[in-house]
T-cell receptor, first 110, second 116 residues
């Protein structure tokens, strides 16, 4: 399984766009990139998944360059409630052995 | 969806005691997962069921850990002879609704275990 590297923490302000980059140099051809969000005292929540180029849903966008060795989760106009830990995972789409790293702790300030 | 539920939410036990946690997945999900999470770390995969079959258990932390899903619905995770190092949050997740991919796992609120 490919190892992922993310910043340990990030700070932002309300209304700003936040971009969290994850590197996964050893990503395999069939691996997908998945992001989860976790609030304190709750289980993680699925945000988005992609394979290449760009994926967008109602919560976030995921940008994946052509070499797929990194990906960027983009959160538009964050609010205080977006303060959470964000995890990047790389695995096969039906891989049930999901390996979470330490994640990126995002703090949104007023 | 009523969501994944876990009971109890908190458990305090003395070292050496056995504990059992229960997870009720989303009803139409056929896959169920157990994770452990310690402070400051991401969830650590323990085991996985598809229906009642336990398809992956090599990642269980030791032979003191065991899990069951007897009828393909709820699941239990048991830790025997607990140790202080077992103190953690134990998370359950489910997936597998026919129209959603399996990587989209739905997590419960977790059971926080404290071993004294």
């Amino acid at each position: 399984l490919a190892k992922t590297t993310q910043p340990i923490s990030m700070d932002s302000y309300e209304g700003q766009e936040v971009n969290i980059t994850c590197s996964h140099n050893n990503i395999a051809t069939n691996d997908y990139i998945t992001w989860y969000q976790q609030f304190p005292s709750q289980g993680p929540r699925f945000i988005i998944q992609g394979y290449k180029t760009k994926v967008t849903n109602e919560v976030a966008s995921l940008f994946i360059p052509a070499d797929r060795k990194s990906s960027t989760l983009s959160l538009p106009r964050v609010s205080l409630s977006d303060t959470a830990v964000y995890y990047c995972l790389v695995a096969l789409p039906n891989n049930n052995d999901m390996r979470f790293g330490a994640g990126t702790r995002l703090t949104v300030k007023p | 969806d009523t969501g994944v539920s876990q009971n109890p939410r908190h458990k305090i036990t003395k070292r050496g005691q056995n504990v059992t946690f229960r997870c009720d997945p989303i009803s139409e999900h056929n896959r169920l997962y157990w994770y452990r999470q310690t402070l400051g770390q991401g969830p650590e995969f323990l085991t996985y069921f598809q229906n009642e079959a336990q398809l992956e258990k090599s990642r269980l932390l030791s032979d003191r850990f065991s899990a069951e899903r007897p009828k393909g619905s709820f699941s239990t995770l048991e830790i025997q002879r607990t140790e202080q190092g077992d103190s953690a949050m134990y998370l359950c997740a489910s997936s597998g609704r026919w129209d959603r991919p399996s990587y989209e796992q739905y997590f419960g609120p977790g059971t926080r275990l404290t071993v004294t």
